[in-house]
Structure formats: structure tokens, C-alpha cells
């Protein structure tokens, strides 16, 4: 049955068809995946859940203030101090800045040092100055501050000075301009990362364009159906979801296709008629694929149950795209291939009957070295891979501080930088409370003396709501500004009525570290439940995907491990390449759930591959020769699929994000352990120790194999002592 449909699906005429469908949807969707960049929502505020307190205090303060409002600091720094005529250009610049488009309410500069001390503007040596203009532009605010932020300088420029853009609209600037061209860097490097490997891989100046091609397609069309869903059903894309999603596309999307290619070239050797072969390679490969497929976008769909909006959106985000590239390489590419024929694996064409190498190959040899002491290969690899997961330890998992954000040094980090060091509270990022006008008093009287915190304002109230801010002391995404919001929290909580809520930016970030770490509780044994029960419904035992789930997560400790000592010794220090190497002491609150769910959800892919093609030789073979066939069989194209993914994803090292290269870097080490040691070494050597024990409960290899009519290549190479 399933081959009579793979068989359609490559015919003489639907073949053509299967192709003309793609064209016309690319050509229709084309344009709006294009549009994708523009509903973008960057800002960490959208990223809440509707339950946090930031979020709740974020509603009530729109009596207040724009939804939209982006303070802005521009910092002033004259080493020796001041002059007066410094501060005469400071108020001549502020008039110039309350007329640019977007100002809200008035700009705030210091008249001169003394008054500028007491509005806490200026530092007590006199060296630093600050000016706060409060921008709205609207929904689109995050776009449009790099040109805002141009204007600024060129109106706050005094020679001798320093002058920073800092503040909330300094971090969006620089941000926006991170994220500016994000997607086509990130297409191109990874198209030009895919098409290198791919020559390596297929040694035909030919047979890469059938995947890339194939690849391009998924890739737009996942990006036109992310734009309808974010711009009609409130789904949450940023640009990390959108970078992420052009690298799993490609990654992904190559992965499948390598493995398809690799059994129809197989089925060319045995079939004359090459769309005979498809069918038989579809009806053979398309089952591992589609399970493989399946799995991890289960796994990603599991993160739609983060309280993190960011994270609840990128589940979806990354399934689309799974789903779209796996529907596009059982489809298109086979077409494509039938279509051109033998001649697009020129210089190496699969002749009929033509010798198979992978029963002679590199991988065949492992396993043959695996099985004479099976039980001291796994015991010893387990071993390597706990010592390594203890390198976790090596940096802070706590979060990214404003100054540990960007790999490059960015403007907003150095004025925030000269603020904090001369004993400046930014005033642009105070933390802000709302409550019950009746007990305003006793909120400002809790709030008065806290640890951390400048003098609060007086109330305002509208509305029956009293608002009140204060400036922090430290920078809005340091500890010390978090361990401040607690104590005001702490503090305003008692007042009894005042049902008081404390927002602001530092409590913003401070929420989203309790909601990653608590998505982090949920999503992992979620996830695991997931893969747990698709693998023991397509391996029909439990024993085995017990065993295959246990091997991924001691994978990802050890892919954690590792890239913690290479963020900490090594990238850390490559102050050529990333000038602001500090960041990498320290990693964002949600690397290790999305490290988690990518391994496990891709790592388990290269599972799936190797023990389908393990259960299928049981059958004619037993579970000890099956293992060696299938790592013979799978193994090259497997290794291939696995360099193809590791550097797809070490391609988010060319953004100036920290958060991007750690999971570039940490998804790519876990890649590779999982293709050479895990699934080669570690899952063979444990199937050769336990035989058909692995299949329990299931019947499979309680009864002798049923051994075909003539011995083949594969059972002659596999050793007679098995």
C-alpha cells in the first residue's frame, strides 16, 4: 500500500504535476514570506505571560503612560568634569530634542552640576550627565529607533565629550540594528554552509541543487504561513524564532534529504527502472522520516505550554517549519529526482547492479570493532559523557545582563556602563507601582528606604490608581536590580488594600527569569513523555526507547558541558572575533530548554534512523548482525546529515548576540555527539550487549530469523561469531 502511494507520487505524469504544484505555490506565497520581518514583536514586554505581575501592572499603567513609550537616555561623560558650557549646550540640545517627531511629555536635562546633582542627573564628581526624552512611535516604535537614535547624535554631539544613546531606547536601537538584514545574512550563510557540505558529501557538482532547491521552496512557503498565523492568530515571532526557523528549515529539510537520496541510490543499484526505485525508497526511508519529522514537531508543540510567550511562539514557529520541509522532501525532491535521472549523481552514477560500499565502509569497520567487548564500549562512553555534562558548572545559567547581550560592543551597554560606574541610577528605568489610590501614602511610605532604590515620586493618581516610580541603582538587568524589585515587591505587597503592582523594565526581565525557569520544570518532562511514547509505538517496545531517551539526555548534559568550558576558555577570549567576549561567563535563563528540546527532538532523529533500519534487518537477521548492517548502512549518510545540521546551526554565530551563539554552538556540539558517538558508538554497542532483550516486550528476536533465499553483500560482512 505504501509503496503503490510513493509510486503515484513519482509517476510518469504526476511527477510533473507534484512539481507544478510547488511552483505555483511559491510564486503565490512568495511575497509574504518576504513580509515575515515586518510582524515582528521584539520586545521583551510582549514576551510575558498575561499572568505576570509585570504584565498585570503593564495594564494599568497605560493610564499613565503610552503602551508604547520608549524612554531614552543620552548620556554625557567629560573626563575632568563638566563645564558650563557643556551644560549650556545640554539645555540648548534639549529644545532641539523636544522637537523631534514622537516626544512625549517634556525632556529632562540638568540646568547645571548643582541642580543636575539634586535631580540625581549628575554624578557627584561631576564627569556625567543625563538627559531623559520619552519617545511614542507607535506599534512600530522598535523599527524605527536606529534612525531616531542617528537624529539624537547628530543634535547631542559636543566636542571633547562622550555622548551615548543608553536606556530603553538605546537597548532597542541597538537591538533593532542586531536584528536588521537577521533573516537574508542567515539565508545566505546557511545556503552557502549546505551547498559546501553537500559537494563534499554527494562528490557530484550536480545532485546539491535538488535539496537546496527543495529547501528554498519549504523554506518560503513555512515563512508565508508564519506570516498569515502572526499576522491573523497573535502568534508570537521575534526575531530569534525567525532566525532559528531559516536555520531548522535548512538544517532539517537537508537532513531528510540526504537520507532519502542515500536509500534511492541504494534501490538504483537493485531496480533497472528508476521510478520503481523511488517507490521502493520511499516505502522504505519515508517511514523513518515521517516518524523522525513527527517527533520533533511534537517536541516543539510541547513548548506551546511555556508561560513565555517568546517560547510558546517559537513552538509552533519551528513545527510549521518541520512539517512544511518534511512534506516538501517526500514530495518535490523525489520528483525532481526521478525527473533528472541517473546523470545527477554524475561522476559516481548507482549502475544496476553495481556494488553497494556501505556494507565495506568506514562505519561497518566501527561496528566490528564494537563487538567483541560491547559491555566495556558503553560502560566507558557512558562514563566520558556524565564527566563531560559537569561542565555546566563552568559558567552562570542565571541570565544576560545589558552589558552581556552583544558580542560586539554596542553603544547602549558602554553609556549604561559610564553611568553605573559613576554612581548613577539610570532614570530612564525606574521601577514603576501601581495601586489603590485610597492607600497611596502607605505605598509610598513602604517603598521609601528600600534597599537599592532612589527616592520615590510623589502619586499620581487617576482614575482611582496611584502611580509611583523610583530609580534603580544598577543597571535594569543586573542582579542587584532584581534582588531590588523583590524588596519593593516584598515592601508593597504588605500594605494591606493596596493590591499594589510593581512593573517596570527591570521587572519585566526579572518575570521572565522566574517564567523561563519555570518552563524549564514543565517543558523538559514534557517533552520527554512526548518522544517517550512516539518511539515506543513506531519501535513497538518500551525497553529500547528507554534506552534511546536515556542516551539523548545524558547527550545533551554532555553538549551543555561542553559548550560551557568552550564558552568560558575559549570564546570568552576570542577578543578578535567577539570584542565583548564577557557575555560568554554568563548564558540566557532559556538556553537550556531550547538546547533541551532541539537535541532531544533532533538527536533522537538520528535514533529513529539507525534503529527503523535495526528492526526491519531483525527480522531476516537477528538483533546483534542487525545492528552492525544498519550502522553500516546508515552510518555515512547519518555522519553527513548530522555536519549538515551542526552547521546550519553554527551558522547563528554570525549574529552579534550572545543568546545566538550559544545555541548555535551548544545544538551543534550536542549534533555531533550524538551522529559520532551517541547513535554510532554508544546506541550500537548497547544493542550487540543486550541483543533482542531490547525489543521486550515485543516478540521480535524470540524466534530464529527468517534468513533470505541468497546470502547478500551485507550478510557476508557481518562477522560469523554474531
Excluded at 525632556?107 to 542627573?121: H, K, R, T
Excluded at 526575531?239 to 538544517?251: E, P
Excluded at 499620581?460 to 530609580?471: D, T
Excluded at 567576549?581 to 538546547?595: I, M, N, T, Y
Amino acid at each position: 500500500m505504501h509503496r503503490q502511494i510513493a509510486g503515484k507520487l513519482t509517476g510518469r505524469v504526476t511527477k510533473w504535476l507534484v512539481v507544478a504544484f510547488w511552483l505555483v505555490a511559491v510564486a503565490g506565497l512568495g511575497s509574504f514570506a518576504g513580509k515575515l520581518s515586518t510582524v515582528q514583536d521584539n520586545q521583551s514586554s510582549s514576551w510575558l505571560p498575561a499572568s505576570s505581575e509585570a504584565t498585570r501592572a503593564l495594564a494599568k499603567l497605560d493610564a499613565f503612560q503610552s503602551p508604547n513609550a520608549i524612554p531614552t537616555t543620552i548620556v554625557y561623560h567629560r573626563d575632568g568634569g563638566l563645564t558650563d558650557a557643556d551644560f549650556t549646550a545640554i539645555g540648548q540640545q534639549a529644545q532641539e530634542l523636544q522637537g523631534l517627531d514622537g516626544v512625549e511629555g517634556q525632556v529632562v536635562a540638568a540646568p547645571d552640576a548643582a541642580q543636575g546633582a539634586a535631580m540625581g542627573l549628575v554624578s557627584q564628581d561631576g564627569q556625567v550627565s543625563q538627559t531623559i526624552v520619552t519617545f511614542d512611535l507607535g506599534t512600530d516604535g522598535w523599527n524605527k529607533m536606529p534612525d531616531l537614535a542617528d537624529q539624537i547624535r547628530s543634535i547631542t554631539a559636543i566636542d571633547g565629550a562622550d555622548v551615548y544613546v543608553a536606556g530603553p531606547g538605546g537597548q532597542a536601537a541597538d537591538s533593532a540594528d542586531a536584528f536588521e538584514g537577521l533573516d537574508s545574512t542567515l539565508l545566505f550563510a546557511t545556503v552557502g554552509v549546505v551547498i559546501v557540505i553537500l559537494l563534499i558529501t554527494y562528490r557530484s557538482p550536480l545532485l546539491w541543487l535538488l535539496p537546496v532547491i527543495s529547501a528554498g521552496v519549504a523554506l518560503t512557503t513555512a515563512q508565508a504561513v508564519v506570516y498569515f498565523l502572526a499576522k491573523y492568530a497573535d502568534l508570537t515571532v521575534n526575531g530569534q524564532s525567525q532566525g532559528i526557523l531559516t536555520v531548522l528549515v535548512f538544517g532539517a529539510g537537508t537532513d531528510y534529504a540526504l537520507l532519502l537520496v542515500a536509500r534511492y541510490r541504494e534501490e538504483l543499484r537493485r531496480h533497472e527502472d528508476r521510478h520503481e526505485a523511488m517507490a521502493f525508497a520511499l516505502h522504505r526511508a519515508a517511514p523513518a522520516i515521517v516518524a523522525s519529522a513527527s517527533t520533533v514537531i511534537v517536541g516543539m508543540l510541547c513548548l506551546t505550554f511555556a508561560e513565555m510567550s517568546s517560547t510558546a511562539g517559537l513552538g509552533p514557529v519551528a513545527a510549521i517549519g518541520i512539517a512544511v520541509g518534511l512534506l516538501v522532501m517526500i514530495t518535490l525532491l523525489p520528483a525532481l529526482l526521478v525527473i533528472a535521472g541517473r546523470w545527477i549523481f554524475w561522476p559516481q552514477r548507482p549502475t544496476f547492479g553495481s556494488h553497494e560500499p556501505t556494507t565495506t565502509g568506514f562505519w561497518s569497520r566501527v561496528g566490528r570493532r564494537i563487538a567483541p567487548a560491547p559491555r566495556r564500549v558503553w560502560v566507558v562512553t557512558s562514563i566520558l559523557l556524565a564527566v563531560a555534562s559537569l561542565g555546566v558548572f563552568a559558567i552562570d545559567h542565571n541570565g544576560l545582563s545589558s552589558d552581556d547581550q552583544y558580542t560586539q560592543k554596542v553603544e547602549s551597554a558602554q553609556g549604561q556602563a559610564v553611568i553605573r560606574d559613576h554612581g548613577l541610577a539610570d532614570q530612564s528605568n525606574p521601577v514603576m507601582v501601581v495601586a489603590n489610590a485610597d492607600q497611596a501614602d502607605a505605598v509610598l511610605a513602604a517603598m521609601t528606604g528600600v534597599q537599592g532604590v532612589g527616592t520615590p515620586t510623589p502619586p499620581q493618581v487617576k482614575g482611582g490608581v496611584a502611580y509611583i516610580s523610583a530609580p534603580l541603582e544598577g543597571d535594569a538587568t543586573s542582579p542587584q536590580s532584581f534582588a531590588a524589585v523583590e524588596r519593593v515587591r516584598d515592601a508593597v505587597h504588605a500594605v494591606p488594600g493596596a493590591d499594589a503592582l510593581v512593573g517596570g523594565s527591570s521587572a519585566i526581565f526579572l518575570d521572565v527569569e522566574h517564567a523561563s525557569s519555570r518552563d524549564n520544570k514543565v517543558i523538559i518532562p514534557l517533552v520527554l513523555l512526548a518522544v517517550f511514547v512516539i518511539l515506543m509505538l513506531l519501535l513497538r517496545a518500551v525497553l529500547s526507547p528507554l534506552l534511546l531517551i536515556a542516551t539523548v539526555v545524558l547527550s545533551f548534559g554532555a553538549a551543555l558541558g561542553l559548550s560551557s568550558l568552550l564558552f568560558e576558555y575559549v570564546l570568552s577570549n576570542l577578543s578578535a572575533v567577539f570584542p565583548n567576549g564577557e557575555g560568554f561567563h554568563h548564558a540566557d535563563a532559556s538556553l537550556p530548554l531550547f538546547v533541551f528540546v532541539f537535541l532531544v527532538a533532533l538527536g533522537i532523529d538520528y535514533n529513529i534512523f539507525l534503529m527503523t533500519r535495526v528492526r526491519e534487518e531483525t527480522v531476516t537477521r537477528g538483533t546483534r548482525p542487525a545492528s552492525l548492517v544498519a550502522l553500516g548502512a546508515t552510518g555515512g549518510v547519518i555522519t553527513s546529515a548530522g555536519v549538515v545540521l551542526a552547521a546550519t546551526f553554527l551558522v547563528l554565530c554570525t549574529m552579534p548576540l550572545v543568546a545566538f551563539v550559544e545555541i548555535g554552538v551548544t545544538v551543534a556540539v550536542g549534533v555531533l555527539l550524538d551522529t559520532l558517538i551517541v547513535r554510532s558508538v554508544l546506541v550500537t554497542a548497547i544493542n550487540l550487549d543486550l541483543g533482542g532483550r531490547i525489543w521486550w516486550p515485543s516478540a521480535l528476536d524470540r524466534r530464529p530469523p527468517i534468513q533470505p533465499a541468497e546470502p547478500t553483500e551485507e550478510d557476508e560482512a557481518v562477522p560469523a561469531s554474531l
